[in-house]
T-cell receptor, first 112, second 115 residues
Framework: GEDVEQSLFLSVREGDSSVINCTYT??????LYWYKQEPGAGLQLLTY?????DMKQDQRLTVLLNKKDKHLSLRIADTQTGDSAIYFC????????????FGKGTMLLVSP | DTEVTQTPKHLVMGMTNKKSLKCEQH?????MYWYKQKAKKPPELMFV???????INESVPSRFSPECPNSSLLNLHLHALQPEDSALYLC??????????????FGSGTRLTVV
């Protein structure tokens, strides 16, 4: 079955880099996503990576994928207080409907 | 228009009430989804509609009744809910139900409280 694990909490200072980690168990996972959820709001897609990629960079965001270890990370450079939110890792497989399986979410707290 | 709009934003209902949640998108997406999110938990899939047909029902109790009147609109009809059904209900859409390239676009949700 599918299972996605994340650490629950991360605290950083403004200007530092944040690294949020995620592990997944389904070897047929082919698309992996990072979503951001601010308090009381819906989910915002930040970035995604295909399983045939090792890295993807998008402005302050860098996604690293280690397929062998089934490990995904999201690095946020120059973290700002506005980055404080819950970050969900999600995966989907390559067959059938593209339903998402979410991790439990990592709460990122950025202090001034 | 690149948004999924959900109404109402907040809803308080009694256990004997009937109410409906509404979700609308005008991006031409042909797949729409209902997710339920309890506090401090990840979203859990409830229903998937593909081309206006119900494709997946994740064993959701019949007190939740989805409806997709057209490709832009998705409703969730609620009847005889329990207090444990209180949650954030999220609607999402995607190009189609097999599209993986861009993930989902989520609405901001309806915060439901059952009293």
């Amino acid at each position: 079955g599918e299972d996605v694990e994340q650490s629950l909490f991360l605290s950083v200072r403004e200007g530092d880099s944040s690294v949020i980690n995620c592990t997944y168990t389904d070897s047929s996972s082919t698309y992996l996503y990072w979503y951001k959820q601010e308090p009381g709001a819906g989910l915002q897609l930040l970035t995604y990576i295909f399983s045939n990629m090792d890295m993807k960079q998008d402005q302050r965001l860098t996604v690293l994928l280690n397929k062998k270890d089934k490990h995904l990370s999201l690095r946020i450079a120059d973290t700002q207080t506005g980055d404080s939110a819950i970050y969900f890792c999600a995966e989907t497989t390559n067959s059938g409907y593209s339903t998402l399986t979410f991790g439990k979410g990592t709460m990122l707290l950025v202090s001034p | 228009d690149t948004e999924v709009t959900q109404t109402p934003k907040h809803l308080v209902m009694g256990m004997t009430n009937k109410k409906s949640l509404k979700c609308e998108q005008h991006m031409g997406h042909r797949a729409m989804y209902w997710y339920k999110q309890k506090a401090k938990k990840p979203p859990e899939l409830m229903f998937v509609y593909s081309y206006e047909k119900l494709s997946i029902n994740e064993s959701v109790p019949s007190r939740f009744s989805p409806e997709c009147p057209n490709s832009s609109l998705l409703n969730l009809h609620l009847h005889a809910l329990q207090p444990e059904d209180s949650a954030l209900y999220l609607c999402a859409s995607s190009q189609d139900a097999s599209d993986r390239n861009y993930g989902y676009t989520f609405g901001s949700g309806t915060r439901l409280t059952v009293v």
